[in-house]
């Protein structure tokens, strides 16, 4: 994970070549000195291209998941703490948007919104990613609701906003953040899933995604190697390396795991 | 007794399974059955008004006009269809056309000359939608988008059952009056949609399942996205097809190749419907019971400059853009050579082909001065759409970027689906646009070339281009037409409307069982069907 992020960090010092930069005599060239990992289809640099397109996984990854991971506990934490009416309704909201098949909705509004660029997919994900966390957050709150300290911050007349932020919020973190990574993993596949499919990052900016478009050819497939197994395998080290992030963390952080 | 019942059953079931057409799923493993494949479905198998080469393709198995055309060796040929006679009056206006005593439609009737009356009729009728309208361009009566003028008497007479007479506004180039009436007007079955009104005729279920045509093949079944099937016609009257049963299997492009290697497929269908992937050729090539044919493709891929942004309409502009696109390494790279660099609308194939037209070299210092001049602002970002789903004309847009960078114009690539691309580039929502044409054996480029064309997507106007287009249609003088498109061409490199990047060579996969297929620049492979053979493999 570390190398991922320092590679992306570092995209214009690491790469051999420019991600969008033509080699007038190498398409589809098998890997060599000049092209480590070979060429594409328009002849430019696969190993440069592999390395900045993880800015995109990363941008995307980390923007969606920080936008529904805002948007998630700020509903989650009203419907448990208002309870009631407000509940209800945003509970059902919740049931109705987890009952959508994602990636359907999602390229339905990547059409609406225009035409595809990372931003869209960003604020896409962003907007739709919220309801499991939102579900998740209200059950960490709604245990925390009728514990002591909650209710002698607010038997000392503390403001909503007050209690929930200084005293709520800090308890129910760690799963958050534990979905959060999770969810990363996630917005990383759904955005090679998005561009894959063309309705991703637009070229030339490249991504694993929709570097991977170029393996609907029997051709490539079989015999042309370098043009999609360095994405697939960055995209599986990626999430994999999230995964285990994730892990990680809840292992720390949960106290029901202690012994 | 029941064992013998049972005995009956099972001896039943084999005699079924060997009466069963082998390739009734698709096997070309019969020498009566041929299975060709194309990439996408037809909407429709209506011969007036199928939206796409692919509903095309289907339609001349079943469908003719009066004559087929072929442009072979840079001559344009007639060969009978309908018609076994064809005339030009001295006058260049008038056309005499006899048609075959035996031809005849699917159920029996004759094919008689009312039902050519009917169809110029219907096409001709303005509440009909159909795009066979600029095939009856020149008839009299008609405007030049083939729709009847009230008052004006339709330029169509019946001398006789079998015979009709046809006149022309004006004196016509024979070759243009043969290709557009004779080959590019499908007749229809009078009997069978003469009571249907115009306007209700595009959703008749008739052209879901046209069961009585004319063709060589009549239409047996369509199974949606999966394939067309097709049955000799016995009664052919220019002799039955050697070739039982035809299927079209609809494959996208990227499964084409698996299907030639299991020996599942005899024929792809043709240029830009079942092209094979360049990736895929030299494996095509290498296939033993495959034969991997190429030739110039009469269509070209281009670049839409929008007239109606300011700092297009700048020559100069055009001009630096030309010169800064690398179309040598599109033809060397991205189609290995399986291409020509293009000048101009009209291919080199082309009997009015101008060979004197200077192409415009890759020079990107040219294009650097040349903006320099025109005083190019390089902080504008311009947006270069593209359509999806021509695998090639994606990747040449990603060189196209490059290579306007590079030269100093920022441009951001825009990918769409082919329908919203077509409403933007109509909208004149964009800056450049990629897109191609088909190309007809004809040079007259009006439509898309002249002020207010139904294709002159870039909005340009140039008076004296109008000029030359409106007298190259009215000329008769095959010498003055060649005269007068020598200089649109001229002028056409000088104005550049569009850049035009390349032309694609068709690159077919023909199983070398089959002989009798006529292939070449229009490459669709439906001349003569009847007479495609199929041996065994």
């Known amino acids: 994970m570390a190398v991922i992020g320092t590679l992306a960090l570092g995209a214009p010092l690491v790469a051999p070549h420019s ?6 005599v190498a398409f589809q060239a098998a890997p060599s000195r000049t092209h480590p990992l070979g060429s594409d289809s328009v002849g430019r640099d696969v190993l440069s291209r592999l390395i900045y397109a993880a800015r995109v996984s990363l941008t995307v990854g980390l923007l969606a998941v920080a936008m529904y991971v805002v948007i998630g506990t700020a509903i ?78 607010r038997a000392t007349g503390a403001s909503d906003a007050r209690v929930v932020i200084r005293h709520m919020l800090p308890n129910a973190l760690a799963p958050v953040l534990v979905a959060a990574t999770f969810g990363m993993a996630n917005a990383i596949l759904v ?37 999609w197994v360095p994405p697939g395998f960055m995209i599986l080290i990626s999430v994999l390396s999230i995964n285990f992030v994730g892990d990680g963390l809840r292992d720390a952080l949960d106290p029901s795991l202690k012994l | 007794m029941i064992k013998h019942r049972w005995l009956a059953g099972l001896a039943a079931i084999l005699a079924a399974a060997l009466v069963l057409p082998v390739g009734a799923v698709g096997g070309p493993r019969s020498q009566l059955v041929v299975v060709s494949g194309m990439w996408s479905p037809p909407n429709n198998f209506s011969p007036i008004n199928t939206d796409s080469s692919y509903g095309y393709y289907c339609v001349r198995f079943m469908f003719q006009g009066m004559l087929e055309a072929r442009l072979a060796d840079n001559q344009l040929r007639f060969f009978p269809a309908l018609a076994s006679r064809w005339e030009a009056g001295a006058d260049r206006q008038t056309y005499r056309f006899t048609i075959h005593p035996r031809a005849a439609w699917h159920d029996g009737r004759p094919v008689t000359a009312e039902d050519v009356e009917f169809t110029v009729l219907t096409i001709s009728d303005p509440k009909t ?35 009709f007479e046809v006149r022309t506004k004006a004196p016509v180039d024979p070759l243009v009056f043969f290709e557009r009436f004779g080959a590019g007007v499908y007749i229809l079955p009078k009997h069978i949609l003469g009571s249907v009104p115009p306007d209700q005729l595009a959703r008749h279920p008739f052209f879901q399942a046209p069961t009585v045509g004319n063709g060589p093949y009549k239409f047996v079944q369509y199974r949606t996205d999966q394939y067309v099937e097709f049955v000799a016609n016995d009664n052919y009257h220019n002799g039955p097809p050697n070739v039982r049963r035809v299927f079209v299997r609809i494959i996208p492009p990227t499964t084409m190749l698996a299907q030639l290697e299991r020996q599942e497929l005899d024929i792809t269908a043709g240029f830009g419907i079942g092209t094979v992937l360049i990736e895929d050729w030299e494996r095509v090539k290498a296939m033993p019971h495959m034969r991997a044919v190429s030739f ?37 790279q991205l189609f290995r050579g399986e291409g020509v660099i293009a000048e101009g609308p009209i291919p080199p194939t082309n009997p009015y082909f101008n060979k004197n037209v200077k192409p415009w070299a890759y020079d990107q210092a040219r294009a650097r001065a040349l903006l320099q001049e025109a005083g190019w602002d390089a902080n504008r970002t311009i947006v270069l759409r593209v359509p999806t789903g021509n695998i090639a004309r994606e990747r040449s847009a990603d060189i196209i970027r490059e290579n306007l960078v590079a030269v100093g114009i920022k441009a951001e690539i825009q990918k769409t689906d082919f329908p919203t691309h077509l409403a933007a580039l109509t909208g004149k929502n964009y800056d450049l646009g990629l897109i191609g044409w088909g ?14 064309g139904q294709y002159n997507f870039g909005g340009h106007t140039l008076p004296r281009m109008d000029q030359l287009l409106d007298d190259g249609v009215k000329s008769a003088d095959p010498a003055r037409r060649r005269q007068i498109y020598n200089q649109f061409q001229e002028m056409f490199a000088d104005e550049l409307p569009y850049v035009v990047l390349y032309y694609e060579n068709g690159r077919t996969a023909l199983a070398r069982r089959m002989s009798g297929v006529l292939y070449g620049v229009s490459g669709l492979y439906d001349f003569q069907t009847y007479d495609w053979v199929a041996g065994t493999q």
């Open chain 1, 76 to 153: 989650g934490a009203a419907a448990a703490y208002y309870g009631g009416g407000i509940d209800l309704v945003l509970s059902r909201i919740m049931d109705v948007m987890l009952s959508f098949p994602p990636l359907i909705i999602i390229l339905f509004a990547v059409t609406v919104f225009g035409r595809p660029s990372i931003w869209n997919v960003i604020i896409v994900l962003g907007l739709l990613g919220w309801p499991s966390l939102a579900r998740l957050v209200r059950g960490q709150f709604l245990a925390l609701r009728d514990l002591e300290f909650v209710l002698a911050a």
């Open chain 2, 439 to 452: 190309g007809a054996t004809d040079p007259d480029v009006s439509s898309q070339f002249r002020t207010g």
């Open chain 2, 129 to 163: 939608e159909t795009n066979r309208g600029a095939e009856l361009a020149t008839v009299a009566g008609l405007t030049v988008g083939g729709k009847r003028v009230a008052g004006e008497p339709l330029g169509l007479r019946i001398l006789g059952p079998k015979s």
């Open chain 1, 191 to 227: 955005e090679a899933a998005l561009s894959f499919l063309g309705m991703g990052v637009q070229p030339p900016t490249p991504s694993w995604g929709n570097m991977l478009t170029d393996a609907q050819s029997l051709t490539v497939l079989e015999r042309m190697p370098w043009l």
């Open chain 2, 296 to 332: 110039p493709g009469p269509g070209y891929q281009f670049m839409v400059f929008n007239f109606t942004r300011p700092y297009l309409e700048d020559k100069r502009v055009r001009r630096a853009i030309a010169h800064a696109i690398n179309r040598p390494l599109m033809v060397s």
């Open chain 1, 19 to 24: 991600p969008t930069a033509i080699d007038a």
